[in-house]
């Protein structure tokens, strides 16, 4: 079993930035991914960044240059660096990690971009 925390949402102004981290723990091998969503009130779940093992990335076009998603193999953690909030930015995000055919969720970290 994989276990997935986040950390590191809050209450930011509109043009700030946020550090999210997520810490994986548990049975963790062998090559997997790791990234973000996010949900807004009454919306559903959005992709926004996943990191390959090997360090590929890819973005949801609403975040594209804005949010830039790290990894640190040796901690199995993964970070998302937001940069250039907007107050569309709010919603509650949420770590994942696939591994094959399995997918593991955190519990999700609130993030509002309000002044």
């Known amino acids: 079993q994989v276990q997935l925390v986040e950390s590191g949402g809050g209450l930011v102004q509109p043009g700030g930035s946020l550090r999210l981290s997520c810490a994986a723990s548990?049975?963790?091998?062998?090559?997997?991914?790791m990234g973000w969503h996010r949900q807004a009130p009454g919306e559903q779940r959005e992709f926004l960044a996943v990191i390959t093992s090997g360090g590929m990335t890819k973005y949801a076009d609403s975040v594209k240059g804005r949010f830039t998603i790290s990894r640190d193999n040796a901690k199995n953690t993964v970070h998302l660096q937001m940069n250039s909030l907007k107050p569309e930015d709010t919603a509650v995000y949420y770590c994942y990690l696939n591994r094959g055919t399995s997918d593991y969720w955190g519990q999700g970290t609130q993030v509002t971009v309000s002044s």
């Open positions: 548990g049975t963790i091998f062998g090559i997997y991914h």
